[in-house]
């Protein structure tokens, strides 16, 4: 089975839990999921040629501004 696929059915079965449940644990895994799958979709990205973009870097500048006033 494609290993996309298994993350998506994964990530399903964690949120059909959480709205059967409430349990927030699913929650969690759904986010740790949703981690994995941007992981998944850049892990061959450069991280240089990715803050090479000017709106990119301009972007990490006011949030760096944004988190050290």
């Known amino acids: 089975m494609d290993g996309l ?4 059915l994964d ?6 839990t959480f709205r ?9 895994e759904l986010a ?3 981690i994995e799958l941007v992981d998944f979709q850049v892990e061959d990205a ?3 040629d990715f803050l090479a ?3 990119m ?4 500048d006011r ?4 988190l050290t006033d």
Request: net charge negative.
């Open 63 to 66: 949030l760096m501004r944004a």
């Open 53 to 55: 973009a000017p709106a």
């Open 5 to 8: 696929l298994v993350m998506v």
């Open 20 to 28: 059967e449940t409430g349990e927030r644990n699913a929650l969690y």
């Open 32 to 34: 740790i999921r949703s």
């Open 46 to 48: 450069d991280p240089a």
């Open 11 to 16: 990530a399903l079965d964690h949120w059909a």
């Open 57 to 60: 870097a301009a972007e990490y």
